[in-house]
């Protein structure tokens, strides 16, 4: 091998090493400028998400979080109904649908839920909370206590029938 080479063979690695050194740097920086709420560590993502005041915030770390028990708190914490409807029929995680749920008091939205979700555990929340808002608000909406067991029914035996039981 000449000395040319040799110095051509050394440039290709210096350059290869380079590479990897920004690849390497670039995705150490990348997670440095990640919000608190948004740390893999438990601890330090439930702590910033108990320091959130904006429903913005709130609503990102809800959705965003890696972490489920802070996704979970920041869904405690939302008033949203809109984001706590979005997350009770679209996210993927059981968990956080079932957490949402707990929050969301729009009743179409629930009875959706019951018939629509493909987890089961979560249809059983859903309806359980629905009846609960039922039968809060049956006085103040319906004023017809028949009227809200008739539906109190019709949604026990959608409910029953998707379950099979």
């Known amino acids: 091998m000449g000395y040319e080479e040799y110095n051509e063979l ?4 210096e350059k290869r090493s380079e590479d990897k050194i920004k690849y390497i740097i670039r995705s150490d920086f990348k997670d440095l400028f990640r919000p608190a709420w948004d740390s893999w560590r438990e601890d330090e993502a439930v702590k910033a998400v108990n320091k959130l005041k904006k429903q913005a915030t709130l609503a990102r770390a809800a959705k965003k979080a890696r ?4 996704r979970i708190k920041a869904i405690e914490k939302l008033t949203n109904q809109s984001v706590l409807i979005n997350l009770a029929k679209f996210d993927r995680d059981p968990k956080i649908r079932r957490a949402a749920i707990e929050k969301v008091n729009d009743q179409k939205a629930l009875a959706d839920i ?21 039968n809060d608000d049956a006085d103040n ?20 029938a998707y379950l099979d039981l």
């Open 10 to 13: 050394v440039r290709f690695y």
């Open 67 to 70: 972490c489920r028990k802070a």
């Open 114 to 134: 019951v018939r629509n979700d493909p987890g089961k555990d979560v249809c059983v929340k859903a309806f359980i909370r629905l009846k609960l808002l039922v």
């Open 141 to 160: 909406l319906l004023n017809d206590s028949a009227r809200s067991d008739l539906i109190l029914n019709l949604i026990q035996d959608e409910c029953f």
